[in-house]
């Protein structure tokens, strides 16, 4: 039977590991869904949210950035597919009022930034990415 | 009279005792931290080696690019050396012998012509450095007992700009390896230009397990890449030297401890033979002085 290993890993905690039928995620090409039997293929993934399709139903994490692999196992007819994310969390375990908090205190960074009351170049290229972090966890749990 | 000896000695054995308290507490302390920090050390590797993967791979796919970005150059004028300390002292040999070993390199770097930058992790590399007429460029403090991922993006950020703008042409590093709970090694290693495995940087023609896809370009994708996987080797390495920290000082501690508990029991038998003399000198002065007085009756 051919199946597919998924993992996914950050570098404080591995995620999630396990088989599964689909792997959904978003790269800087586009959308791409990885099933077994796939070709070899490195890429990265944009910050989104990474869907896995089990046979108990689907599993889905907000990645923001990184890469995945994808490959032959040695164990004959797998095929393994990891995601390596600097920071990546289940979406049922984000904080949403914390999401929002930090969502609300970036972009008033970034209002007083464009006002030009904020000069400090690394604390407005912070807020952004946390900005986009923030956003993304609120759109993912949001679903 | 005796008493005096004997007092100087019971605040002896208080103070051993005292000193045994802490080490003993320090010893437990660091136990704990023990399987803390292997337990990070577990819950990293799987992102290690798939990012290992993921460059050797890459590395596979388009081997003109990786060459530009992960061989040496003929000849390097100027390297940094990265070295990974605690911040605590008391942990037997932990930081001294990294430091040691880096001390050696510099010197070896420097004969052969090359310039050296020393950064280092660790609140105890810029005195020992110093005292050896080294400048270290940079001293990471506050996270070697525990160092989180952006602790690591930020030393890779650090040691990785002079390396891109072309200023140095390779980067060291000097840390402890974590083998196991019993066998912890100093080890250097090449963290740029990304160390390869024998068959990439051999060129070999295909030994790659076929075809494999890229997206974006390899090129491209190798240029994102390779700063992702210098952190994560750089983490990779704060991890193991935290773990061999704590073993390090646990060890330490627990011979301490046992040391204490040698000298306090030398010492209470030197008091308890003072404190003997000096009755048995009593008993003979207060029969002495019976017997005068019965015989002068």
Request: hydrophobic share 45%.
């Amino acid at each position: 039977m051919a199946t597919l290993q998924v993992e996914i890993v950050t570098p404080e905690v591995a995620l999630w590991a396990g088989e599964a039928t689909a792997l959904i995620a978003r790269s800087s090409e586009g959308d791409f869904t990885i099933m077994s039997q796939h070709t070899p293929t490195v890429g990265d993934i944009i910050p989104s949210v990474v869907r896995v399709e089990t046979s108990e139903g689907e599993i889905a994490f907000a990645v923001h950035g990184g890469y995945f692999q994808v490959g032959p196992d040695e164990a004959e007819g797998v095929t393994r597919a990891t995601v390596l994310a600097g920071v990546a969390e289940r979406t049922t375990q984000i904080d949403v009022p914390r999401a929002q908090a930090a969502k609300e205190a970036a972009e008033a960074q970034l209002a007083a930034a464009t006002r030009g009351e904020a000069s400090d170049h690394a604390a407005n290229l912070l807020a952004e990415a946390a900005l986009q972090r923030a956003e993304l966890r609120l759109q993912a749990a949001a679903g | 009279m005796a008493g005096g000896q004997e007092r100087i000695l019971r605040r002896r054995i208080k103070s051993v005792q005292a000193t045994r308290k802490i080490t003993k507490a320090m010893e437990l302390i660091a136990a704990s931290q023990i399987a803390k920090s292997q337990a990070r050390i577990t819950a990293n590797r799987p992102y290690r080696d798939g990012m290992r993967r993921i460059i050797v791979e890459a590395a596979l796919g388009d081997p003109a690019a990786a060459k530009k970005l992960l061989t040496m150059p003929e000849k390097v004028d100027s390297a940094i050396v990265l070295v990974v300390t605690g911040d605590r002292g008391l942990s037997g040999a932990y930081n001294s012998s990294v430091m040691r070993r880096a001390e050696r390199l510099v010197n070896s770097l420097r004969i052969e012509g090359t310039d050296v930058r020393l950064y280092a992790v660790g609140k105890k590399a810029t005195a020992f450095f110093r005292f050896r007429g080294m400048r270290v460029e940079e001293n990471f403090i506050g996270f070697a007992d525990r160092p989180s991922f952006a602790d690591a993006r930020t030393v890779a950020a650090t040691i990785a700009a002079p390396f891109i703008d072309g200023e140095v042409q390779q980067v060291l590093l000097v840390s402890t390896n974590f083998l196991s709970a019993g066998t912890q090694t100093v080890g250097t290693r090449q963290l740029l230009p990304l160390a390869m495995p024998e068959p990439v940087l051999t060129n070999e023609p295909e030994k790659s397990k076929g075809y494999t896809e890229f997206e974006p370009e390899v090129a491209d994708l190798l240029f994102f890449l390779a700063p992702r996987a210098l952190e994560s080797e750089i983490f990779s390495a704060l991890l193991e030297g935290a773990a061999s920290f704590h073993i390090s000082q646990q060890r330490a501690m627990a011979a301490a401890t046992d040391n204490a508990d040698e000298l306090g029991q030398t010492l209470s038998r030197i008091m308890n033979r003072a404190r003997q003399d000096s009755i048995t000198t009593e008993i003979m002065e207060i029969v002495g002085g019976a017997e005068a007085l019965r015989s002068g009756k």
